[in-house]
């Protein structure tokens, strides 16, 4: 039977924004794996990741489960997020996962949690940080960007993306109402 619902859901599903989001997922994974594979290369078999706004937080779970299952290296992830339904999504998952030994959950602002791992001289490995810069504007997002490389451990990985200009920018934004910040890779 045709309804509505079923009609805008398929419509939602097939847009390019829809599929880049599933895409984004996809590559978030592969890029956590590589990052943490290369550090571990170098030696260090207990891993700190930092993610930031984490909305990536499934990403960063499933990553660190596979890890768990085979054995190869310790990640413990630091998941910094303002809104408090994030970090409570985020416990329960990792509850879910059995990584509640290896992740901790803080309910902050980024730009005070960064103030406070300057102070505190600690360096992650890996700061991943995907989705947030959709909504920061240029002078936002560079100071962030700057204060990130600061607490980032020489050598380590940053993984951030933006979403692109696209055809449905335009429906996006006035239909559903969904502002963002669209940057090309060159601008990013």
Same mark, same amino acid.
């Given at each position: 039977?045709?309804?509505? #619902?079923?009609?805008?859901?398929?419509?939602?599903? +097939?847009?390019?924004?829809?599929?880049?989001?599933?895409?984004?997922?996809?590559?978030?994974?592969?890029?956590?794996?590589?990052? %943490?594979?290369? *550090?571990?290369?170098? +030696?260090?078999?207990?891993?700190?990741?930092?993610?930031?706004?984490? +909305?990536? *937080?499934?990403?960063?779970?499933?990553?660190?489960?596979?890890?768990?299952?085979?054995?190869?290296?310790?990640?413990?992830?630091?998941?910094?997020?303002?809104?408090?339904?994030?970090?409570? !999504?985020?416990?329960?998952?990792?509850?879910?996962?059995?990584?509640?030994?290896?992740?901790?959950?803080?309910?902050?602002?980024?730009?005070?949690?960064?103030?406070?791992?300057?102070?505190?001289?600690?360096?992650?490995?890996?700061?991943?940080?995907?989705?947030?810069?959709? !909504?920061?504007?240029?002078?936002?997002?560079?100071?962030? %960007?700057?204060?990130?490389?600061?607490?980032?451990? #020489? +050598?380590?990985?940053?993984?951030?993306? #933006?979403?692109?200009?696209?055809?449905?920018?335009?429906?996006?934004?006035?239909?559903?109402?969904?502002?963002?910040? !669209?940057?090309?890779?060159?601008?990013?």
């Amino acid at each position: 039977s045709f309804s509505q #619902n079923n009609w805008l859901t398929n419509f939602w599903f +097939g847009m390019i924004n829809a599929q880049a989001v599933r895409n984004r997922f996809r590559l978030v994974k592969r890029e956590i794996r590589d990052a %943490i594979s290369n *550090v571990a290369r170098n +030696g260090k078999l207990e891993i700190t990741l930092l993610s930031l706004a984490s +909305g990536s *937080v499934q990403a960063v779970l499933e990553v660190m489960r596979e890890m768990v299952d085979t054995n190869t290296v310790k990640v413990n992830a630091i998941f910094v997020d303002l809104d408090a339904t994030a970090v409570a !999504y985020g416990r329960r998952l990792a509850a879910k996962f059995k990584l509640e030994e290896r992740c901790t959950f803080v309910h902050r602002s980024l730009q005070m949690y960064i103030k406070e791992l300057k102070q505190s001289n600690r360096q992650p490995d890996i700061i991943e940080m995907v989705g947030f810069l959709d !909504y920061r504007p240029r002078e936002k997002a560079i100071f962030l %960007i700057r204060n990130i490389f600061e607490v980032l451990v #020489n +050598g380590g990985y940053f993984i951030t993306a #933006n979403i692109v200009p696209n055809p449905e920018r335009h429906f996006v934004t006035v239909v559903i109402e969904w502002p963002m910040i !669209y940057r090309t890779s060159e601008m990013l």
